[in-house]
């Protein structure tokens, strides 16, 4: 089962910052969060990850709340583009498969 | 770029064949990974390599085998394919500490 939990679907307007939430109330001190993304018929694009301090790379900045419990993924100026289904998971690599299944995500979709 | 390479877009077998679905990664990655994606389901995962023969589990092994004699190919074996594995494959791989990079996956259909 995956460790995360993250709402099934949101809407955002085009232009405007895209917040996805994430809880993951069970992550250990060495999991690491990671953000994929899935546009439809690809495989899943990796985004950012991040341990305990806020991150930001050219696609989304990443805020990993202080007790680590949640975080949230940015979008800052969402485009049509950015319609797809989001993933977030904890994993550990030197913690085998544990954390490696994704759930079902969620499914965002930039209106115009 | 890296790139994960999945021998089939699409496949098409029958209920009982020997199913080798083949997996290629050229960035000499220790991790290798196999999912099935269904609707409504997610991603979960099947069998994860973290060296040449060496494999571990995942969610759903159960009906699967996996193969990993070189260290950039990864097969995922169905020993008599059955109905209930028609669905998406994706393979990924991964540096030992960083992120997975995805195949785009190969359509399964068990008739």
């Known amino acids: 089962d995956a460790k995360t939990t993250q709402p099934p679907s949101m809407d955002c307007a085009e232009g405007r910052a895209a917040n996805l939430p994430c809880n993951h109330s069970?992550?250990?001190?060495?999991?690491?969060v990671y953000w994929y993304r899935q546009i439809h018929s690809q495989g899943p694009q990796y985004i950012i990850h991040g341990l305990k301090n806020n991150e930001t790379n050219e696609m989304a900045s990443l805020i990993i709340t202080e007790d680590r419990k949640s975080s949230t993924l940015i979008l800052p100026h969402a485009t049509l583009r950015d319609t797809a289904v989001y993933y977030c998971i904890v994993w550990y690599s030197g913690g085998g498969a544990d954390g490696l299944t994704f759930g079902k995500g969620t499914h965002l979709i930039i209106q115009p | 770029d890296v790139k994960v390479t999945q021998s089939s877009r699409y496949l098409v077998k029958r209920t009982g064949e020997k199913v080798f679905l083949e997996c290629v990664q050229d960035?000499?990655?220790?991790?290798m990974f196999w999912y099935r994606q269904d609707p409504g389901l997610g991603l979960r995962l099947i069998y994860f390599?973290?060296?040449?023969?060496?494999?571990e589990k995942g969610d759903i092994p159960e009906g699967y085998s996996v193969s990993r004699e070189k260290k950039e190919r990864f097969s995922l074996i169905l020993e008599s394919a059955s109905t209930n594995q028609t669905s998406m494959y994706l393979c990924?791989?991964?540096?030992?500490?960083?992120?997975?990079?995805f195949g785009n996956g190969t359509r399964l259909t068990v008739t």
């Open positions: 990924a791989s991964s540096l030992r500490r960083s992120y997975l990079h």
């Open positions: 069970t992550i250990s001190g060495n999991e690491y």
């Open positions: 960035m000499d990655h220790e991790n």
């Open positions: 390599s973290y060296d040449v023969k060496m494999k």
